[in-house]
C-alpha cells in the first residue's frame, strides 16, 4: 500500500502530540511518600511557636537556681538599724585570750603579775594580806598602791595585769556587742544607740566634749575618711582605742573594727564586726 506524503507529516504530528502529553502527565502525577525526618538536635515543647514567629513569653513567678536570692536594698551611709551578726563576726574573747598568751602569758606570773607577790593573788595583791582583808586597810584592797589599780597591780593603764581584761566593765561593750545598733546622722555628728540603751555621740568638729556622767552616755572625738566614721577612745582604765564603722563594698552590711593598744599584759588586738540590714526595722 502507497502511503502518501501528507498522511506520514499528520501521523508525525500526532506522535508528537501524544509523547509530549505523557511526558506532562508523569510531571503532575502525585508525588510518592517521602522519606522520615532527620530529627532535630534542639528539642522545642509542642506550645512553642516555629523560629519564623515571634516569641512572647511570660516571666515565671518561680525562682530558678541561677537567680539571685532577695536581698535588701544596698544602703548609701552608716545610717540606720542594724542588726549583730554573731556567725560572721569575731570571738572577741577568744582573740584576747590568745593576745594575752602571746604577749604578756610570761608577765602574768612575774613578781607583779597575776599569780606574784604584788599581783592579784600575791601578799600585795587583792588576795593577799594587805590586799582587801582585815590586814589590807592601810592598802585598801584592789584600788591601794599594792592592789589590782595600784602601781603594782595589773597593766599600766590600771587594768591590773592579773586582772581578765574580759570582765572589765569598761571593755564590754567592745569585747560583747550590743544585739544592734541604730545609726542617726547629723550636722557635724553620727549618734549611735544600741538595744542596751547605751549612746554614743560621735563629734566630728572638734569640739570641747563634756565628762560624762554614767555610762549610758559618752561623747566621742571622731572624723570621716571617706565614708569611713574614725573615733578615738580612751576608757575609763586609761586604755586608747581605734574605732571605725564603714560600709561593705555591696552596702548591704556595716563593719565595725576595734584597735586595741597593747599592754604589759597582751600583745595588740583588732577586733572586726558584722552587722546586718534588718529588712523589718529601718
Do not use: C
Not at 582583808?133 to 593603764?157: A, T
Request: hydrophobic share 25%; aromatic share 8%; glycine share 14%.
Amino acid at each position: 500500500m502507497t502511503i502518501k506524503p501528507k498522511a506520514v507529516m499528520i501521523l508525525g504530528f500526532l506522535s508528537v502530540m501524544l509523547a509530549a502529553g505523557a511526558i506532562s502527565a508523569h510531571a503532575q502525577a502525585p508525588p510518592g511518600p517521602l522519606p522520615p525526618a532527620q530529627p532535630s538536635t534542639r528539642s522545642r515543647p509542642d506550645s512553642e511557636p516555629a523560629p519564623s514567629q515571634p516569641v512572647f513569653r511570660t516571666p515565671s513567678t518561680q525562682s530558678t537556681s541561677t537567680a539571685p536570692e532577695n536581698q535588701p536594698a544596698a544602703r548609701q551611709n552608716i545610717s540606720g538599724y542594724w542588726k549583730f551578726d554573731r556567725d560572721g563576726s569575731d570571738d572577741a574573747r577568744a582573740k584576747i585570750e590568745d593576745a594575752q598568751r602571746a604577749g604578756g602569758g610570761t608577765r602574768n606570773a612575774g613578781p607583779v603579775g597575776g599569780n606574784g607577790p604584788y599581783g592579784g593573788n600575791g601578799p600585795y595583791g587583792g588576795n593577799g594580806p594587805y590586799g582587801g582583808g582585815p590586814m589590807g586597810r592601810p592598802y585598801p584592797g584592789s584600788n591601794g598602791p599594792y592592789g589590782g589599780n595600784g602601781p603594782y597591780g595589773g597593766n599600766p593603764n590600771g587594768g591590773g595585769y592579773g586582772r581578765d581584761e574580759t570582765q572589765s566593765a569598761a571593755m564590754r561593750e567592745y569585747i560583747y556587742p550590743a544585739t544592734g545598733v541604730t545609726f542617726t546622722l547629723k550636722d557635724s555628728e553620727a549618734d549611735l544607740t544600741d538595744d542596751s540603751a547605751r549612746k554614743r555621740v560621735f563629734f566630728t568638729d572638734g569640739r570641747k566634749l563634756q565628762k560624762p556622767k554614767d555610762d549610758n552616755y559618752r561623747e566621742v572625738a571622731a572624723h570621716w575618711e571617706g565614708t569611713r566614721l574614725v573615733a578615738e577612745e580612751r576608757t575609763p582604765d586609761g586604755l586608747h582605742l581605734r574605732r571605725t564603722f564603714d560600709l561593705t563594698h555591696d552596702g548591704r552590711q556595716l563593719e565595725e573594727y576595734v584597735y586595741l593598744d597593747a599592754t604589759r599584759n597582751r600583745s595588740t588586738v583588732t577586733l572586726h564586726y558584722i552587722y546586718d540590714i534588718n529588712p523589718n526595722r529601718q
